[in-house]
Protein backbone atom coordinates (compact mmCIF):
# COMPACT_ATOMS: atom_id res chain seq x y z
CA UNK A 1 0.00 0.00 0.00
CA UNK A 2 1.93 3.23 -1.09
CA UNK A 3 1.79 5.74 1.69
CA UNK A 4 -0.09 9.17 0.56
CA UNK A 5 2.51 11.76 -0.25
CA UNK A 6 2.51 14.73 2.34
CA UNK A 7 0.21 18.07 1.21
CA UNK A 8 1.03 20.06 4.19
CA UNK A 9 3.73 22.24 2.63
CA UNK A 10 1.72 22.61 -0.78
CA UNK A 11 -0.54 25.12 1.23
CA UNK A 12 -0.36 28.74 1.88
CA UNK A 13 -0.56 29.22 5.90
CA UNK A 14 -2.38 32.60 4.93
CA UNK A 15 -4.93 30.84 2.92
CA UNK A 16 -5.62 27.88 5.06
CA UNK A 17 -8.08 29.20 7.43
CA UNK A 18 -9.86 30.86 4.96
CA UNK A 19 -10.52 27.67 2.25
CA UNK A 20 -10.72 25.27 5.36
CA UNK A 21 -13.92 24.39 5.53
CA UNK A 22 -15.04 24.85 2.09
CA UNK A 23 -12.11 22.24 1.44
CA UNK A 24 -13.23 19.87 3.34
CA UNK A 25 -17.36 20.04 2.04
CA UNK A 26 -15.86 19.34 -1.40
CA UNK A 27 -12.87 17.19 -0.73
CA UNK A 28 -13.58 13.51 -2.11
CA UNK A 29 -12.15 11.97 0.97
CA UNK A 30 -15.27 13.63 2.11
CA UNK A 31 -17.11 10.54 4.17
CA UNK A 32 -18.39 10.30 7.37
CA UNK A 33 -17.76 8.62 10.50
CA UNK A 34 -19.22 5.31 12.22
CA UNK A 35 -18.98 4.04 15.30
CA UNK A 36 -17.34 0.94 15.36
CA UNK A 37 -19.03 -0.64 18.32
CA UNK A 38 -18.03 -3.75 20.56
CA UNK A 39 -19.50 -4.97 23.28
CA UNK A 40 -22.13 -3.75 25.42
CA UNK A 41 -21.96 -0.49 28.01
CA UNK A 42 -23.17 2.94 27.27
CA UNK A 43 -21.68 6.40 28.18
CA UNK A 44 -23.17 9.11 30.17
CA UNK A 45 -26.30 11.57 29.26
CA UNK A 46 -23.90 13.58 26.62
CA UNK A 47 -23.56 11.41 24.27
CA UNK A 48 -27.24 9.81 24.26
CA UNK A 49 -27.83 10.43 20.77
CA UNK A 50 -25.08 7.64 19.07
CA UNK A 51 -24.24 4.53 19.94
CA UNK A 52 -21.27 4.18 22.38
CA UNK A 53 -19.34 0.68 23.48
CA UNK A 54 -16.48 -0.32 25.08
CA UNK A 55 -14.27 -2.64 23.05
CA UNK A 56 -12.27 -5.26 24.48
CA UNK A 57 -9.15 -3.14 24.97
CA UNK A 58 -10.94 -0.99 27.11
CA UNK A 59 -11.15 2.13 24.22
CA UNK A 60 -14.84 3.52 23.66
CA UNK A 61 -16.44 3.48 20.15
CA UNK A 62 -18.06 7.08 19.23
CA UNK A 63 -19.16 8.59 16.27
CA UNK A 64 -16.38 11.50 15.18
CA UNK A 65 -19.50 14.15 15.73
CA UNK A 66 -19.92 13.05 19.47
CA UNK A 67 -16.11 13.74 19.96
CA UNK A 68 -16.18 17.05 17.91
CA UNK A 69 -19.62 18.20 19.73
CA UNK A 70 -18.62 17.38 23.56
CA UNK A 71 -15.23 17.15 23.28
CA UNK A 72 -14.63 18.05 26.91
CA UNK A 73 -16.56 14.64 27.90
CA UNK A 74 -14.04 12.59 26.07
CA UNK A 75 -10.78 14.73 27.59
CA UNK A 76 -8.35 11.86 28.71
CA UNK A 77 -10.83 8.68 27.25
CA UNK A 78 -9.47 6.41 24.75
CA UNK A 79 -11.70 5.97 21.88
CA UNK A 80 -11.99 3.72 18.85
CA UNK A 81 -13.99 5.66 15.38
CA UNK A 82 -14.42 4.58 11.88
CA UNK A 83 -13.76 7.01 9.41
CA UNK A 84 -12.33 7.95 6.00
CA UNK A 85 -9.38 10.10 5.86
CA UNK A 86 -10.08 13.51 4.84
CA UNK A 87 -6.88 15.04 4.84
CA UNK A 88 -3.14 14.20 5.25
CA UNK A 89 -1.80 16.94 7.36
CA UNK A 90 1.77 15.86 7.67
CA UNK A 91 3.71 12.30 8.08
CA UNK A 92 2.68 11.88 11.19
CA UNK A 93 -1.00 13.41 11.08
CA UNK A 94 -4.92 13.34 9.41
CA UNK A 95 -8.10 14.49 9.63
CA UNK A 96 -11.38 12.89 9.88
CA UNK A 97 -15.22 14.43 10.40
CA UNK A 98 -18.52 13.25 9.86
CA UNK A 99 -20.39 13.71 6.66
CA UNK A 100 -23.71 14.20 8.09
CA UNK A 101 -22.98 17.35 9.89
CA UNK A 102 -21.30 19.54 7.90
CA UNK A 103 -21.16 22.33 9.67
CA UNK A 104 -18.46 19.76 11.92
CA UNK A 105 -14.39 20.80 12.13
CA UNK A 106 -12.71 17.97 11.30
CA UNK A 107 -10.33 16.42 13.76
CA UNK A 108 -6.45 16.06 14.16
CA UNK A 109 -5.35 12.24 14.60
CA UNK A 110 -1.80 12.11 15.73
CA UNK A 111 0.02 9.14 14.59
CA UNK A 112 1.82 7.84 18.04
CA UNK A 113 1.85 4.20 17.72
CA UNK A 114 5.39 3.72 16.19
CA UNK A 115 4.01 2.20 13.19
CA UNK A 116 4.30 4.57 10.00
CA UNK A 117 1.44 6.25 8.66
CA UNK A 118 0.34 4.46 5.19
CA UNK A 119 -3.00 6.09 4.14
CA UNK A 120 -4.96 4.97 1.08
CA UNK A 121 -4.46 7.28 -2.17
CA UNK A 122 -7.34 6.73 -3.44
CA UNK A 123 -10.65 7.74 -2.11
CA UNK A 124 -13.50 5.22 -0.11
CA UNK A 125 -11.41 2.99 1.90
CA UNK A 126 -11.72 3.66 5.76
CA UNK A 127 -9.51 3.49 8.46
CA UNK A 128 -10.35 2.22 12.03
CA UNK A 129 -8.41 4.86 14.68
CA UNK A 130 -7.93 4.22 18.36
CA UNK A 131 -6.40 6.53 20.93
CA UNK A 132 -6.70 9.03 23.82
CA UNK A 133 -8.90 12.51 23.07
CA UNK A 134 -6.60 15.65 24.22
CA UNK A 135 -6.81 19.08 23.30
CA UNK A 136 -4.40 20.14 20.82
CA UNK A 137 -1.52 22.35 22.20
CA UNK A 138 1.58 21.61 20.63
CA UNK A 139 4.21 22.78 22.52
CA UNK A 140 2.51 19.93 25.45
CA UNK A 141 2.44 17.52 22.45
CA UNK A 142 5.73 18.00 20.84
CA UNK A 143 7.74 17.40 24.28
CA UNK A 144 5.38 14.49 24.98
CA UNK A 145 5.32 12.81 21.63
CA UNK A 146 9.12 14.02 20.82
CA UNK A 147 7.42 15.03 17.88
CA UNK A 148 7.86 18.88 15.34
CA UNK A 149 4.79 20.41 15.00
CA UNK A 150 5.80 22.99 12.33
CA UNK A 151 3.25 26.31 13.84
CA UNK A 152 2.25 27.49 10.27
CA UNK A 153 1.14 23.72 9.42
CA UNK A 154 -0.83 23.24 12.83
CA UNK A 155 -1.76 26.55 13.86
CA UNK A 156 -5.61 26.06 12.74
CA UNK A 157 -5.95 22.57 14.99
CA UNK A 158 -4.95 24.82 18.53
CA UNK A 159 -6.52 24.01 21.07
CA UNK A 160 -9.06 21.69 18.90
CA UNK A 161 -9.85 18.18 19.75
CA UNK A 162 -7.35 15.79 18.46
CA UNK A 163 -6.79 12.07 19.03
CA UNK A 164 -3.65 10.67 19.76
CA UNK A 165 -3.93 7.42 17.82
CA UNK A 166 -2.19 4.26 19.38
CA UNK A 167 -3.12 2.55 16.52
CA UNK A 168 -4.92 2.98 12.59
CA UNK A 169 -6.35 0.13 10.92
CA UNK A 170 -7.49 0.08 6.87
CA UNK A 171 -11.03 -0.51 7.48
CA UNK A 172 -12.87 -1.89 3.86
CA UNK A 173 -16.08 -2.70 3.69
CA UNK A 174 -16.46 -6.95 3.27
CA UNK A 175 -17.75 -6.20 -0.43
CA UNK A 176 -14.58 -3.89 -1.34
CA UNK A 177 -12.22 -7.08 0.26
CA UNK A 178 -14.11 -9.57 -1.88
CA UNK A 179 -14.12 -7.09 -5.20
CA UNK A 180 -9.88 -6.57 -5.10
CA UNK A 181 -8.59 -8.63 -2.34
CA UNK A 182 -4.95 -9.11 -3.87
CA UNK A 183 -4.62 -5.32 -2.62
CA UNK A 184 -5.49 -6.46 1.26
CA UNK A 185 -3.20 -9.46 1.64
CA UNK A 186 -0.91 -9.59 4.39
CA UNK A 187 -2.59 -6.38 5.80
CA UNK A 188 -4.52 -6.17 9.48
CA UNK A 189 -8.08 -4.97 8.56
CA UNK A 190 -10.91 -3.81 10.86
CA UNK A 191 -14.21 -5.27 9.20
CA UNK A 192 -17.72 -5.04 9.76
CA UNK A 193 -20.53 -6.42 8.62
CA UNK A 194 -24.04 -8.83 9.06
CA UNK A 195 -23.18 -12.77 10.08
CA UNK A 196 -24.84 -14.76 7.14
CA UNK A 197 -23.51 -18.04 7.45
CA UNK A 198 -22.37 -19.55 11.00
CA UNK A 199 -19.92 -22.90 10.22
CA UNK A 200 -19.04 -23.62 13.43
CA UNK A 201 -18.16 -21.57 17.05
CA UNK A 202 -14.70 -20.40 15.46
CA UNK A 203 -15.97 -19.80 11.95
CA UNK A 204 -18.78 -17.78 9.78
CA UNK A 205 -19.34 -15.49 7.12
CA UNK A 206 -20.12 -11.53 7.24
CA UNK A 207 -21.35 -9.84 4.28
CA UNK A 208 -21.93 -5.80 3.68
CA UNK A 209 -25.66 -5.69 3.82
CA UNK A 210 -26.12 -2.09 1.97
CA UNK A 211 -24.01 -4.12 -1.51
CA UNK A 212 -25.90 -6.15 -3.13
CA UNK A 213 -24.50 -8.97 -5.07
CA UNK A 214 -21.25 -8.82 -2.79
CA UNK A 215 -19.35 -11.91 -1.87
CA UNK A 216 -19.52 -13.30 1.93
CA UNK A 217 -16.00 -12.72 3.83
CA UNK A 218 -14.89 -15.93 5.69
CA UNK A 219 -13.91 -14.96 8.90
CA UNK A 220 -12.12 -17.67 11.57
CA UNK A 221 -10.51 -17.62 14.65
CA UNK A 222 -7.39 -20.20 14.53
CA UNK A 223 -4.70 -19.84 17.25
CA UNK A 224 -1.17 -19.28 15.32
CA UNK A 225 1.26 -21.95 15.66
CA UNK A 226 4.56 -20.08 16.53
CA UNK A 227 5.46 -16.45 17.05
CA UNK A 228 2.21 -14.88 17.71
CA UNK A 229 0.06 -13.49 20.35
CA UNK A 230 -2.22 -16.44 21.43
CA UNK A 231 -5.83 -15.72 20.48
CA UNK A 232 -9.49 -16.46 22.39
CA UNK A 233 -10.33 -20.15 23.07
CA UNK A 234 -13.89 -20.88 21.31
CA UNK A 235 -15.65 -20.88 24.97
CA UNK A 236 -14.31 -17.37 25.17
CA UNK A 237 -15.83 -16.04 22.53
CA UNK A 238 -18.90 -14.55 21.62
CA UNK A 239 -21.96 -16.48 20.71
CA UNK A 240 -22.73 -15.45 17.28
CA UNK A 241 -26.26 -15.22 15.27
CA UNK A 242 -26.88 -15.22 11.49
CA UNK A 243 -28.17 -11.44 10.45
CA UNK A 244 -25.82 -9.94 13.80
CA UNK A 245 -23.71 -6.95 13.05
CA UNK A 246 -20.02 -7.20 14.01
CA UNK A 247 -16.98 -6.08 14.59
CA UNK A 248 -13.82 -7.73 13.27
CA UNK A 249 -10.33 -7.17 13.20
CA UNK A 250 -7.81 -9.45 11.86
CA UNK A 251 -5.26 -10.35 8.92
CA UNK A 252 -6.53 -11.51 5.02
CA UNK A 253 -5.05 -14.23 3.69
CA UNK A 254 -6.06 -16.14 0.50
CA UNK A 255 -7.92 -19.53 1.47
CA UNK A 256 -5.22 -22.27 0.97
CA UNK A 257 -5.89 -24.93 3.14
CA UNK A 258 -2.13 -26.31 3.51
CA UNK A 259 -0.71 -22.81 4.15
CA UNK A 260 -3.41 -22.04 6.98
CA UNK A 261 -3.02 -25.57 8.40
CA UNK A 262 1.16 -24.63 8.49
CA UNK A 263 0.48 -21.06 10.29
CA UNK A 264 -2.51 -22.35 12.47
CA UNK A 265 -4.32 -24.67 14.79
CA UNK A 266 -7.11 -24.90 12.86
CA UNK A 267 -10.52 -26.59 14.79
CA UNK A 268 -12.25 -27.51 11.63
CA UNK A 269 -13.96 -31.12 11.68
CA UNK A 270 -13.15 -32.87 8.16
CA UNK A 271 -16.75 -31.76 7.06
CA UNK A 272 -16.65 -28.46 8.05
CA UNK A 273 -13.24 -28.35 5.88
CA UNK A 274 -14.82 -29.94 3.08
CA UNK A 275 -17.12 -27.99 2.58
CA UNK A 276 -15.00 -24.84 3.06
CA UNK A 277 -12.59 -25.73 0.47
CA UNK A 278 -15.27 -26.39 -2.01
CA UNK A 279 -16.64 -22.87 -1.63
CA UNK A 280 -14.16 -20.64 -0.63
CA UNK A 281 -10.88 -22.42 -2.39
CA UNK A 282 -8.42 -19.15 -3.41
CA UNK A 283 -10.74 -16.34 -1.88
CA UNK A 284 -9.52 -14.05 0.86
CA UNK A 285 -10.16 -15.45 4.39
CA UNK A 286 -10.14 -13.18 7.49
CA UNK A 287 -7.78 -14.66 10.49
CA UNK A 288 -9.35 -12.96 13.12
CA UNK A 289 -7.80 -11.54 16.82
CA UNK A 290 -10.78 -9.80 17.78
CA UNK A 291 -14.68 -9.64 17.20
CA UNK A 292 -17.31 -8.25 19.25
CA UNK A 293 -20.81 -6.99 18.28
CA UNK A 294 -21.22 -3.96 16.22
CA UNK A 295 -22.82 -0.65 17.33
CA UNK A 296 -22.79 0.30 13.45
CA UNK A 297 -26.16 1.37 12.34
CA UNK A 298 -27.15 -0.67 9.38
Known sequence: MAQLNSQASDFDPGLRALSRQSNYKSRRFYRGALALGLIAGLMGACAETAPQRETSDGSTNVQTEEVADNTESYIGQVVTIRSEPIEKVSDTSFTVSDQRLLSNEPILVINASGTPLLLPEDGGI??????????????????????????????????????????????PEPGEISANPERYYGETLAVTGEVNDVRNETTFTIEE?????????????????????????????????????????????????????????????????????????DRPILVATEIAPSAIPD
Open 126 to 171: EVQVTGEVRNFVSAELAQELNLIFDPATYEDYEDQPVIIAQSVTLA
Open 209 to 281: NRLLGANDLLIVYATPRTGAQPQPTAAQLPTLTEDEQVAVVGVLRPFVVSELERDYDLTWDAEVQRQLEADYS
